[in-house]
Nanobody, 123 residues
Framework: QVQLVESGGGLVQAGGSLRLSCSASERTFSTLGVGWFRQAPGKEREFVSTITWSGDKTYYGDSVKGRFTISRDNAKNTVYLQMNSLKPEDTAVYYC????????????????WGQGTQVTVSS
C-alpha cells in the first residue's frame, strides 16, 4: 500500500503560479509512474499530467500543455506539478495518483490516490 499526500494548493489570481507536491513515505513510490488529475464541481476527473518512475518521459493534457510542468525527486519521494499562467478554468481539486503499470492517462489504471488539494484561481 502506498499513501499519497498532496500539498501546495490554495487561492491565486489569474496569471499566477502554484507548485503542488505529491509525497509518499514508501520507497516503492520511486518505482511507480505518477499522474496528476483534477476534478471541478459537476465535471469528470480530467487528466493533467503524468511522469515515468525515472522522470525521463512526461505527458500533458491539452488544456495545460505549455503552462504546467511535472517533475520528480526520487531522493525525496516527491512529485511536483509546477503550474504557471493559471486561469480560472484551472480551478479544481487536484489529485495525484501512482500506477504500478507505469505511465498512463486513464485514471482507472491508477492503483493509489491521494486525498486531493484545492486550487482556486480568481479572475
Amino acid at each position: 500500500q502506498v499513501q499519497l499526500v498532496e500539498s501546495g494548493g490554495g487561492l491565486v489570481q489569474a496569471g499566477g503560479s502554484l507548485r503542488l507536491s505529491c509525497s509518499a513515505s514508501e520507497r516503492t513510490f520511486s518505482t511507480l509512474g505518477v499522474g496528476w488529475f483534477r476534478q471541478a464541481p459537476g465535471k469528470e476527473r480530467e487528466f493533467v499530467s503524468t511522469i515515468t518512475w525515472s522522470g525521463d518521459k512526461t505527458y500533458y493534457g491539452d488544456s495545460v500543455k505549455g503552462r504546467f510542468t511535472i517533475s520528480r525527486d526520487n531522493a525525496k519521494n516527491t512529485v511536483y506539478l509546477q503550474m504557471n499562467s493559471l486561469k480560472p478554468e484551472d480551478t479544481a481539486v487536484y489529485y495525484c495518483a501512482a500506477a504500478l503499470t507505469g505511465i498512463v492517462r486513464n485514471p482507472a489504471e491508477y492503483d493509489y490516490w491521494g486525498q486531493g488539494t484545492q486550487v482556486t484561481v480568481s479572475s
